[in-house]
């Protein structure tokens, strides 16, 4: 046995011994899991655990500065690979295993953060916090029991993509010869979004797409920008909760898997990010009607009233 398989069994007792001792109930559960998926979940426990003791018991102690330390430690174990805390480097090892979204262990320590201020919340804000204290942990652990296969807008490595196969060619090509009607049907749709959306962005609360003056829209995408992740987050939740589907785009490169094991000394890129970060796409296809439009728009305006 090498020293680092040691290790990562050591720290994977020290996870599972954690898990244990904090919760019967919640251990006794694991064990209904497939083995293979009770150790990822011992990991992600013993994270949370370890996370909420900051803020909940070492009442004599500086609580903000553990947690910005404890923040500052998991984030330099995800991008280095490994940490000397046995509980971090479980949770990183089963972090990058799982492929589970920066976003969502961003939502959860910002609940933390929240939970050192017991002040009284509103509306907004408490929803804010049960989301990342307890909706994410357990999006966390669908990402575990997914088995990561969820990651379809990431770069793992070079490669080509082949996608269509002949049958959807065959329905392309009928789709080409009613290209104008089609293409001209999804500006109208683009053009809708932008005019009655336009109000938001004046307001400061959204970007809505730039177009410079050289350029005419394709109507591929229609897309807001957020002020921040959590609150493109949200809005998501929002809109799924009310039946609307609105998706992120894809990761910055430089942060993909292929990327990390490429180069060393990442550097931070503010604006892909950023970009990265707060993009969201509204649903936007031929079939979609002015009515489904105006109920897209209006809960849009409907979260940001709340908000």
Known sequence: MSSLTLYNEVTAQSSKYTTLLYSSSFSSAIKLLDKELRQP???????VRFADEIVDTFHDYDKEDLLNQFKLDTYEAL???????????????????????????????????????KSKYEQHSYEEYIYGSAEVIGLMCLMIFCEGDIDKYNWVDIGSSFLPSEITAAFLFAQLESLQSIQDERQEKWKFYYQSLTSLQQEGKVELPYIPHYATVNAHIFYLVCNNLNQRNRLINFLKDNNVQSMFHYPSLHTSPFYKNAYNNIQSLKNAEHFSDCLLRLPLFVELTHEEITYIINLIYQFFTKN
């Open 41 to 47: 979940i011992y990991d992600i426990y013993g994270f």
């Open 79 to 117: 991008n280095k690979g490994i940490s000397l805390n046995p509980i971090l480097h479980r949770f990183q090892l089963t972090f990058n295993q799982y492929h589970i979204e920066r976003s969502l262990l961003d939502a959860f320590l910002l609940s933390m953060e929240m939970d050192l201020d």
